[in-house]
């Protein structure tokens, strides 16, 4: 079952405004990954945060991880078109199996 | 980050037909994962392919529909067969980049995924 449940489902946003999304999990997490997907591609690796680990940076983007909420955020800074795509959580199993979030699509506008 | 390579890109298949995926790693790894993106939807894990032994699939899917081959380090197929137009969706091949020897992280990383439209 998936262990993800991310929100909003949809995001819609100005340019250089920020997006916050939000994932949900259920039992413990060795780490959690953020992916972007444009389009139905690929996926592009964002960020990685351990569970020993509460906030990340990289560039404009920030994470948060909250291990007693089993809850994670994503901020993307100074939005731009180009940041529109799906976004997916996910957290780590053994052997590196990972689980995914349902994901959010936003869509930024210029 | 790894390069990973998928082929075919995408494809369109008839019903009952089967279809073999590719999956190429510019580097030796010891796991590779295979998913599955059914439209709309988030991703799913299939299987996990070692090399030398068989692939261990997860709940709701089973060798018959979906084999999988791990010849070698850099290399693994997944085959969908018999396929219907439930099986429509992008699969994609994913690795650890602690497998590629890059230090200590659990990042993985994606192939482009191979889109599967099935008539």
């Known amino acids: 079952s998936q262990q993800g449940e991310e929100d909003p489902q949809a995001l819609s946003i100005q340019e250089g405004e920020n997006a916050t999304m939000n994932c949900s999990y259920k039992?413990?997490?060795?780490?959690l990954q953020w992916y972007r997907q444009n389009s139905g591609r690929g996926l592009v690796h964002l960020i990685l945060?351990?569970?020993?680990?509460r906030e990340k940076h990289s560039g404009r983007l920030r994470v948060t991880l909250d291990t007693s909420k089993k809850s994670s955020s994503l901020l993307i800074t100074a939005s731009r078109a180009a940041d529109t795509a799906s976004y997916f959580c996910?957290?780590?199993?053994?052997?590196?199996?990972?689980?995914f979030g349902q994901g959010t699509e936003l869509s930024v506008k210029p | 980050s790894a390069v990973i390579s998928q082929k075919p890109s995408r494809d369109i298949c008839q019903r009952g037909t089967s279809l073999t995926i590719q999956c190429q790693v510019d580097?030796?790894?010891?796991?590779m994962f295979w998913y599955r993106q059914q439209p709309g939807q988030s991703l799913t894990l299939i299987a996990t392919?070692?090399?030398?032994?068989?692939?261990?699939?997860e709940s709701g899917f089973v060798i018959d529909k979906f084999p999988i081959s791990r010849p070698n380090l850099t290399f693994s197929t997944l085959t969908v067969s018999n396929m219907s137009p439930e099986d429509s969706s992008i699969y994609l091949c994913?690795?650890?980049?602690?497998?590629?020897?890059?230090?200590?992280?659990?990042?993985?990383?994606f192939g482009p995924g191979t889109r599967l439209t099935v008539l």
């Open positions: 392919a070692n090399q030398g032994s068989e692939a261990t699939y």
């Open positions: 580097s030796q790894v010891t796991m």
């Open positions: 039992t413990s997490i060795n780490n």
């Open positions: 945060i351990r569970s020993n680990e």
């Open positions: 994913s690795v650890e980049a602690q497998g590629l020897g890059q230090g200590s992280t659990d990042t993985q990383y």
């Open positions: 996910a957290t780590d199993r053994t052997g590196g199996k990972l689980i």
